[in-house]
């Protein structure tokens, strides 16, 4: 239970940034508007990537979960910063 819930924690706080990087990269808005969206937003993603882990059946469960979408959103957060 520990492990699932270090992956929950470290794995969903990397994921939430992750995914708040390539959702500012996409809003069309001020910078001040994106990262006050950014701070809106982020927590509650947090938090439900953190429950979506923690009710997988194991810590290999949970890791595949979090990588599953923490690898897409990498590539695109690459590709974002390149062009």
Same mark, same amino acid.
């Given at each position: 239970? &520990?492990? @699932?819930? $270090?992956? *929950? %924690?470290?794995?969903?706080? %990397?994921?939430? %940034?992750?995914?708040?990087?390539?959702?500012?990269?996409?809003?069309?808005? =001020?910078?001040?508007? #994106?990262?006050? %969206?950014?701070?809106? +937003? $982020?927590?509650?993603?947090?938090?439900?990537?953190?429950? &979506?882990?923690?009710?997988?059946?194991?810590? =290999?469960? *949970? +890791? @595949? #979960?979090?990588?599953?979408?923490?690898?897409?959103? *990498?590539? *695109?957060? $690459? +590709?974002?910063?390149?062009?």
């Amino acid at each position: 239970m &520990w492990s @699932k819930t $270090a992956i *929950a %924690i470290l794995g969903g706080c %990397i994921l939430s %940034i992750s995914l708040m990087l390539n959702l500012n990269f996409i809003m069309p808005f =001020k910078v001040d508007t #994106r990262l006050f %969206i950014g701070l809106l +937003l $982020a927590f509650p993603l947090w938090v439900s990537v953190m429950v &979506w882990c923690y009710s997988s059946d194991s810590f =290999k469960h *949970a +890791l @595949k #979960r979090c990588t599953f979408l923490f690898v897409p959103s *990498a590539i *695109a957060n $690459a +590709l974002f910063l390149l062009n």
